[in-house]
T-cell receptor, first 109, second 114 residues
């Protein structure tokens, strides 16, 4: 079967670093995605990992371990505007995504 | 270049009624996927359309049906609405010739069933 798990909520302070974990189980794998979604808005693409290792893009980095079915999103130098839900998703049947429940991040001053 | 557009933005329906939601994909995209997102949850895949045919389907009942037109736009129809159908319905478009991560989401239609 297919299953994705991530923490429901996290809180961090402005300027800090936060790591959002995601674990998944799937019979097929074609990439691990992270999306950001502000309340009432559409998800927007943050990162894509298909090979093991760390992908860095500015303040955001994403890590993947396929053997462990594990990924994390690392956000550095947190800003108030980073308060949002972060969705982990995998693509195992082409361009159809299986999403996790999302992690709601609150950045406090 | 307009991105993915959806209409209407908000909709209120009564139990038992039928609803049609519409989506226009990003220019150059030929594939449309529909997702249902309940409050506080991640999006759940409903189905995907390509070349005017349903290519993949998630775990949703037959009350959920769709259509894709020759211009690649798409409709999602839900019959015999239930209270549990209240959700944000997201449309995402992509290209069969593009990278897997190039899936763009529309702003969504917020459906409330009373």
């Amino acid at each position: 079967g297919q299953n994705i798990d991530q923490p429901t909520e996290m809180t961090a302070t402005e300027g800090a670093i936060v790591q959002i974990n995601c674990t998944y189980q799937t019979s097929g794998f074609n990439g691990l995605f992270w999306y950001q979604q502000h309340a009432g808005e559409a998800p927007t693409f943050l990162s894509y990992n298909v090979l093991d290792g760390l992908e860095e893009k500015g303040r955001f980095s994403s890590f993947l371990s396929r053997s462990k079915g594990y990924s994390y999103l690392l956000l550095k130098e947190l800003q108030m505007k980073d308060s949002a839900s972060y969705l982990c998703a995998h693509d195992n049947y082409g361009q159809n995504f299986v999403f996790g429940p999302g992690t709601r991040l609150s950045v406090l001053p | 270049d307009a991105g993915v557009t959806q209409s209407p933005t908000h909709l209120i329906k009564t139990r038992g009624q039928q609803v049609t939601l519409r989506c226009s994909p990003k220019s150059g995209h030929d594939t449309v996927s529909w997702y249902q997102q309940a409050l506080g949850q991640g999006p759940q895949f409903i189905f995907q359309y390509y070349e005017e045919e349903e290519r993949q389907r998630g775990n949703f009942p037959d009350r959920f049906s769709g259509h894709q037109f020759p211009n690649y736009s798409s409709e999602l129809n839900v019959n015999a609405l239930l209270l549990g159908d209240s959700a944000l319905y997201l449309c995402a478009s992509s290209s069969t010739t593009g990278a897997a991560y190039e899936q763009y989401f529309g702003p969504g239609t917020r459906l409330t069933v009373t």
